[in-house]
């Protein structure tokens, strides 16, 4: 499969695209994406997707490799004196590599294990008429936000537990389901580390029995240092 792309978005830079998609490649149900667009030579993106798969599905192992660059991020201050002289465009870099096990089991339910590395830094912001942030901070209209503009790395792993009482599509969408995720991430030029955990879990009741529900769920997210380590 090969698709053109294009993504307009109010207040963005527009872009436009390839994607390929591959069936079967090397052995069976060995499937490959990739994906670039641009949005001219400071809008640029990649993604390229290697993703195998077992026991009609329940099982998939992938391999993940991203860059973008854009400079059209919106900067709309910090706190409550928002207005529109705060606001301001910056750049962002970001090149990751990431590797994944799923399985599931028990119809929808299952769990997702993942890790890789990830790098950022920031970049001239350049959009819509809009100022940039590097001369907004350096006429002194607006001060430096917390950690700009300051690059980062980091290895990260994460892990996502999902159980689901719900029986796939076509049948009634009632039922309940509890997702609790949790992760590390590591900057080991610094050695700084975070952790990460969370929950959300909730009741669904399909008033119809075709896909109509009402969902009453609540949601939770923990970050912060480890002790003794950051």
Do not use: K
């Not at 993940?64 to 705060?86: N, W």
């Not at 590097?134 to 300051?150: F, H, R, W």
């Not at 590591?186 to 669904?204: C, E, K, Q, S």
């Amino acid at each position: 499969v090969i698709l053109p792309t294009a993504l307009v978005d109010f207040g963005f830079l527009p872009s436009i695209g390839l994607y390929v998609g591959l069936e079967n490649v090397g052995a069976p149900h060995n499937t490959m994406r990739f994906h670039v667009a641009t949005g001219g030579s400071e809008w640029l993106s990649a993604t390229a997707l290697d993703r195998y798969s077992w026991d009609g599905g329940a099982g998939t192992i992938a391999a993940r490799a991203e860059f973008s660059r854009r400079p059209d991020y919106l900067f709309v201050g910090v706190g409550p004196d928002v207005t529109q002289a705060t606001r301001a465009r910056y750049g962002l870099q970001r090149a990751e590599a990431s590797v994944s096990l799923s399985r599931r089991f028990a119809e929808v339910s299952g769990f997702t294990f993942s890790a890789g590395a990830r790098g950022m830094s920031y970049r001239e912001g350049d959009c819509c008429g809009d100022p940039a942030l590097d001369t907004q901070i350096a006429n002194g209209s607006l001060e430096i936000p917390a950690g700009y503009p300051a690059a980062y790395s980091v290895v990260f792993q994460h892990t996502e537990l999902m159980l689901d009482s719900r029986a796939p599509r076509p049948a009634s969408a009632s039922g309940g389901f509890l997702r609790l995720h949790g992760g590390t991430a590591t900057d080991p030029r610094h050695g700084n580390t975070w952790i990460g955990y969370g929950a959300m879990g909730g009741l669904a009741v399909d008033l119809t029995g075709h896909q109509g529900t009402v969902t009453l769920a609540t949601h939770v997210d923990i970050v912060g240092p480890v002790p003794g380590i950051v």
